[in-house]
């Protein structure tokens, strides 16, 4: 079993993590000492109403606490998002303190740019009814006014991140006939609190949607065109931890308080100098046909893409190996790759997760090769190793053989 430090602070681009069992009691003094006063929870209605997650916020940010808004939804509406900044000022809020998963930080994120690009939501739809081109992003170059700590209690990997996009017309009213998104790329967190604990009060269902879906970035770094000694290095380390881990705290096997704190400074490694690439694009190309969690995308399609890729090219399957426990030792690389996608699929079916596209409900046999086309097509690819051809018709074969 891999050591890990009880607690631990890392600045990483601009973002001070806080790693450490029970330090959302810390939350006020960790405000305080940034010039924050009154802060504003932002969650969906099921975590604003699981009290064994959110009283230990509260608590820990005593007097500090303006309000809650739990108004976040998985479908990540701008609408919403223009909410929580009415919110915002009527109690007077002067930071966002994001708390779940993808979705609560994503709109809480957006929310600030939003709050810095100047258009409505009838200027944004007005926008987005004219195109990609026309509704642009949120406040190129501009740095959010509000500042925003976040606190995860899911695998996915939203918490690190500048990311995250927001809903401006449903695919039904958009010209191109998929959802009309929008986003902006502002200042990472100035907190990232991670808390163990907040994390075991993440019903094991939730957990499980997430974990691929932060597993695969540990899986896509190595292999990625950009990929970095440095950036190998933290998604090995956190490959090493959540193969083991993922399973006993999301999965079908015993856990523990130890299980849980591997698993959520894993899940916090792997989202260090991540390289997203094809696994994503993946997941990406299915969002722009139905509404399914990537997550689950990733679970089904995680081995296919790499088996597919090793079919290819090399995908520094052995940089893999040591991350998941392969043996490399006099072995050849055939091998090699073949340990690699059984130990990813391994992690998968240890979670309950489905292990088939055909088991996603509203997915259609007969949407593959438009789907094809959108991952193919999808910004993820650019960073697809070198010397991999993903031509659309490739990638339909891939979405056959997950079918």
Request: with cysteine; net charge negative; hydrophobic share 45%.
């Amino acid at each position: 079993m891999l050591p890990i430090a009880d607690a631990f602070e890392h600045d990483y681009r601009g973002c001070e993590i806080l790693y450490g069992r029970g330090r959302a009691s810390e939350l006020s003094a960790i405000l305080g000492d940034r010039g924050l006063d009154n802060a504003l929870v932002v969650c969906g209605s099921n975590v604003g109403a699981n009290d064994d997650l959110m009283d230990p916020i509260r608590e820990g940010l005593g007097d500090r606490l303006a309000g809650v808004f739990d108004g976040t939804t998985p479908d990540k509406r701008v609408e919403t998002a223009y909410d929580l900044l009415d919110k915002r000022a009527e109690v007077g809020a002067d930071v966002l303190v994001a708390v779940g998963g993808g979705s609560s930080l994503d709109v809480a994120r957006q929310a600030t740019m939003l709050d810095v690009d100047g258009r409505d939501v009838a200027d944004l739809r007005a926008d987005a009814a004219d195109g990609p081109d026309a509704l642009g992003s949120l406040a190129p170059g501009t740095d959010p006014a509000i500042p925003l700590a976040v606190l995860p209690t899911t695998f996915a990997g939203a918490d690190v991140s500048t990311g995250g996009s927001l809903v401006v017309l449903p695919a039904d009213e958009s010209p191109t006939g998929q959802p009309m998104t929008v986003s902006g790329d502002g200042a990472m967190p100035i907190v990232d609190l991670a808390d163990p604990a907040l994390f075991e009060t993440t019903p094991k269902p939730v957990l499980a949607g997430s974990a691929m879906n932060g597993f695969d970035k540990g899986i896509e770094t190595p292999y990625a065109r950009d990929a970095t000694p440095v950036s190998d290095a933290t998604a090995i380390h956190g490959l090493r931890l959540l193969s083991d881990a993922l399973p006993r705290v999301a999965g079908n096997r015993a856990g523990s308080e130890a299980a849980m704190d591997r698993a959520v400074v894993g899940a916090l490694l792997v989202q260090l100098d991540r390289r997203i690439s094809v696994i994503h694009a993946f997941g990406h190309g299915f969002a722009r046909r139905y509404d399914v969690q990537q997550g689950t995308v990733h679970a089904i399609v995680a081995p296919h893409v790499l088996a597919y890729l090793f079919d290819e090219i090399d995908a520094s399957r052995r940089a893999l190996a040591a991350g998941l426990g392969v043996d490399v030792d006099g072995r050849g690389d055939e091998a090699v790759a073949e340990d690699v996608v059984e130990a990813v699929a391994a992690v998968r079916d240890a979670l309950p997760v489905p292990g088939r596209l055909r088991d996603v409900p509203a997915t259609d046999e007969e949407d593959l090769p438009a789907v094809a086309e959108y991952i193919a097509d999808d910004w993820s690819m650019d960073r697809a190793p070198a010397g991999l051809d993903a031509a659309p018709e490739a990638i339909e074969g891939v979405l056959r053989a997950t079918w």
